[in-house]
């Protein structure tokens, strides 16, 4: 075998480890998100049929929300603070914090979105999970294939998330049907790309941190963080759609 067969070789060997440890960081990364979707899921039907979490958090009219009481915006707005919080210090943290964060991150979406059971039925909110989970599934597994470069779509795409959070707390004030649906349609859309734009940006993170153990396991877990807000606002969006209102 001459020099140049060797590198081939080299190269081949090389492409097949980084290939395996990718398999394996996705892996991980998918573990994570599916670990906090049951978390979140299981918090909030857990609040939604507790009287004493509801009533803390909310105006209750026998089984109607009426109002949002303090400690309810607290919850609402908690999940928000605490995702730009642990982006700005993952790299400051620990692994077993940067965990303990993300599962009590899921946690309090959990009770962030258990009023959810007040709004549709149950029936419905399991047929948009499961849509949801068939988007998610597909547009994920084009984001990990495509040879395309969907960096310039995922700066736009963002632009777009700040957008929708914009509108959507000014429309808390003007209550605008037509923006709460347009804010839909748009949410649909930008959280569709973004579920393939992470999935491949993922790939490129992971051979970047490839090197350190540490480094992998906090991007796995900023990773399924971003992908599980993805899973979640799309699954919201969907609902405002598919979903049956009590």
Do not use: C
């Not at 990364?29 to 958090?57: H, I």
């Amino acid at each position: 075998m001459n020099m140049f067969e060797q590198h081939q070789a080299q190269m081949q060997t090389q492409t097949a480890s980084y290939d395996v440890g990718l398999r394996q960081f996705m892996l991980g990364v998918y573990n994570y998100m599916t670990g906090a979707l049951v978390l979140t899921g299981l918090v909030a039907w857990f609040a939604a049929n507790s009287t004493p979490v509801m009533s803390m958090l909310y105006v209750m009219n026998g089984d109607m929300i009426a109002g949002m009481k303090p400690l309810g915006w607290v919850v609402a707005f908690a999940p928000l603070a605490v995702a730009l919080g642990f982006g700005f210090a993952i790299e400051r943290i620990s692994t077993s914090t940067a965990q303990l964060i993300f599962w009590g991150f899921a946690a309090l979406m959990g009770l962030s979105l258990a009023s959810l059971f007040f709004v549709y039925t149950g029936g419905s909110i399991t047929r948009v999970f499961f849509i949801t989970a068939i988007v998610f599934g597909s547009m994920s597994l084009y984001g990990y294939t495509t040879k395309r470069d969907l960096t310039s779509m995922g700066s736009f795409l963002i632009m777009g998330v700040w957008g929708i959070l914009i509108a959507s707390l000014v429309n808390m004030f003007l209550q605008s049907s037509a923006l709460y649906w347009t804010v839909s349609v748009l949410g649909v859309l930008i959280f569709t790309g973004l579920i393939a734009y992470d999935t491949q940006r993922l790939k490129a993170i992971y051979y970047q941190v490839a090197g350190s153990a540490e480094a992998a396991s906090k991007a796995s877990i900023m990773g399924a963080l971003s992908l599980y807000l993805d899973f979640i606002n799309l699954f919201i969006m969907l609902l405002r759609f598919l979903g049956e209102r009590r």
